[in-house]
């Protein structure tokens, strides 16, 4: 769920996440990242690579819900290497 700040006219946006247990991983070292809602939908890591994907994804959802509202194509890159 995206709720952007100020009913809508705000610059600020509130996702919801899930974190949880990654499989068998340790816990206290790494962790799963996800945001089950169908217009944020994504799940990662709390890897190096996990988390560029995690950045490219927020960045993706600011552009779509506060840079360009009425029509976005920005799409994350599910692959982000610097």
Request: aromatic share 10%; charged share 25%.
């Amino acid at each position: 769920m995206v709720k952007v700040s100020k009913k809508g006219k705000g610059k600020t946006i509130y996702v919801e996440l899930s974190i949880y247990p990654c499989g068998k991983a340790d816990p206290t070292k790494n962790l799963t990242i996800s945001c089950p809602d169908p217009d944020t939908q994504f799940r990662t890591t709390l890897t190096d690579y996990g988390l560029k994907k995690f950045r490219n994804y927020i960045l993706s959802f600011y552009n779509q819900h506060i840079i360009d509202p009425q029509g976005s194509t920005l799409k994350p890159d599910p692959n982000p290497n610097p």
